[in-house]
């Protein structure tokens, strides 16, 4: 069995976590971790990699390394921007799908494939936290298992968990 805990970053401002975002963070930190991990990453956005530091310091695993997937991290953010804005409040990823089915399908078959590569990186009977964003996160699980999640509130997450073979997707409760 490989585990990862797939995590949306908490609030920020810009490209840093707001006060808030920090905040957030440190309670994900006190009361919603499961170490050990064999790794944390990000997608390299520094928000996200600031809260990939804040979760591993409170893991007391500040030895364990905190790797940047590229490929978790669209190339395309403000198109994601204007879909979401344009399919309106609160829409999911088939939302944004009618007003840009091209960006969907494509992003959602990358964004997978990265999933699966941080999946086959965690050793067997091992978990890894990852921390991205929205809807993105949201599309990797598309891609990768098949089914569509909730849009992720900032600090949520969900767990992506892989047994003999079948990757399975879950709410990651706190």
Partial sequence: MRVVELLRHP???????????????EEIGRTGLHPPYAFFASTG???????????????????????????????VEDRWREAAKAAGDGADLEGIRVVDPVLVDTETR??????????????DGGRALVVGHSPTNEAAVLGLTG?????????????????DGLVQVAPLNR
């Fill in 11 to 25: 609030d920020n401002d810009g490209d840093r976590l707001s006060p808030d975002g920090v905040a957030a963070a």
């Fill in 45 to 75: 956005a520094a928000r996200a990699v600031q809260t990939a530091e804040i979760l591993r310091h409170a893991a007391a695993q500040d030895d364990v390394p905190i790797l940047t997937v590229g490929g978790l991290r669209s190339a």
């Fill in 110 to 123: 990358l964004l997978g494939q990265a999933l699966r590569e941080v999946l086959d990186s965690v050793p």
């Fill in 147 to 163: 089914q569509v999640v909730a849009l992720l509130g900032k600090g949520e997450g969900v767990l992506v968990t892989e047994t």
